[in-house]
Structures are given as C-alpha cells and as structure tokens.
C-alpha cells in the first residue's frame, strides 16, 4: 500500500492523498477543530454579506466509535508520507510517540 501511495496520488478516489494538493496557493485555512465561528465574519468581508442571521450548527453527529490507536511505526509513515500536510497545516504527529 505504501508503494502504492508515493505512485499514485489518486488512489482509492483520492482518499489518501495529501490535502495540500487540495488547497490553492494563498488561500486561508480553517482548522475544524478551531471550531467554524471564524468563516462567518471571513466570508462577510470578503463577500460583501453581513446577514447577522447566519448560523452554523453541528447537525449530524457521529456515534461513538472504538479509538484507532496507531503504532509508533504506522505514526513514522504517516508522518513521512504527509510531512508536506503537516507542515503546512500546522500538526505534529511525533509528540505521540513519547508517551
């Protein structure tokens, strides 16, 4: 499988390919962990909009799921595989391999 990623950047419909290919020089990017209250304000000045009437509420929540908990080694291929992801979005993989 991992061959087959460093090949073919399209592989299993794009599912594992690297998010940096997704995103166009000079955008600004939004972490969804940081929650989703900043695009509003974002998309008003850059559109025009200042609707105060806009929301953006959590709907559909996931149930909950057994945790999948990666070895060191599936954490170092990861993390080579995708080390343009993480640094360019700002996440670090190796700080779980201390604990």
Do not use: C, W
Request: glycine share 4%.
């Amino acid at each position: 499988m991992e061959a087959n990623i460093r090949n073919d950047t399209a592989i299993l419909d794009n599912h594992l390919r690297k998010q940096t290919d997704f995103i166009p020089e000079g955008s600004v990017i939004f972490k969804l962990e940081n929650g989703l209250e900043k695009i509003i304000p974002f998309l008003d000045k850059n559109l025009g909009n200042s609707d105060p009437k806009i929301t953006l509420e959590h709907k559909q929540k996931s149930f909950a799921q057994d945790k999948i908990i990666p070895s060191k080694e599936d954490i170092i291929l990861i993390e080579e595989l995708y080390v343009n992801d993480y640094k360019i979005l700002g996440y670090s993989f190796t700080e779980h391999l201390e604990k």
